[in-house]
């Protein structure tokens, strides 16, 4: 389990996240909404590493990972899918794939290990394991970024927008994807502004304003009251 406890954070001088708190449960989904600005995609960079926390502590598994660099983080398990799409496009689907097994590429059993386990997962991928990877649709593209992740074998994903882009039946498959990996016992923690659709593949949520935690509840709930919860945001 992922737990930040009362972190401020923020861009030099400017503090962004004040005094925030959450946790991210063992085996669940949880998403963190809230309006533009609120500092959603700031707490997924300070757990990875990418902003500095100038409070508080985030744990993940009762250990303090606050001051870990990222690369360290990734060896704990801990992987970030970012906003952007970040595949290489001059390189095959097979190619893209390898770069997520950096970390133990010098073991080439384990790295055929790991692609075969992916194309038996993704058969999109396996079908284009030769092609280029920028010839791919949106989709897919995506698709090859969270198997991209998966080579490592995390067991904490951190994912920003991952609908970005998509129409909404794609972004439905790819929240399906998601879903699908708390059978493999991974935990997420996911920002994604497409409430509507996303809460459905959710367990708990968070509601994100100015910086810190304005709701917390289970994802049941929100959904029945999704109209009064965007309505709340308005007013800011
Ligand atoms: N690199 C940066 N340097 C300085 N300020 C930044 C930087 N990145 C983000 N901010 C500021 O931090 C605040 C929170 O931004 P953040 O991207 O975390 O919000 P968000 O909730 O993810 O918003 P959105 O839903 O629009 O993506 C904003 O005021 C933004 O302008």
Redesign the pocket.
Known sequence: MLEVKNVDAG?GK?N?LNDLSLKARENNLTLLI?P???????LLKAIFGFVKTSKGSIEYNGKDISSLPSHQLVDHGISFLLQRVSVFPELTINENLKLGAWAFKKDKQKVTQQLEAMYDKFDVLKQKRNEKAGLMSGGQKRTLEIARMLMSNPKMLLIDEPSAGLSPKIAKEVYQILHGLKDDGITLLM?D?NIRDSIGYSDYVYV?EQGSVSSESKASEVEANLKEVVQSWLKF
């Open positions: 861009y400017i962004i809230g533009n600005g609120a500092g959603k995609s700031t920002v502004q994100l």
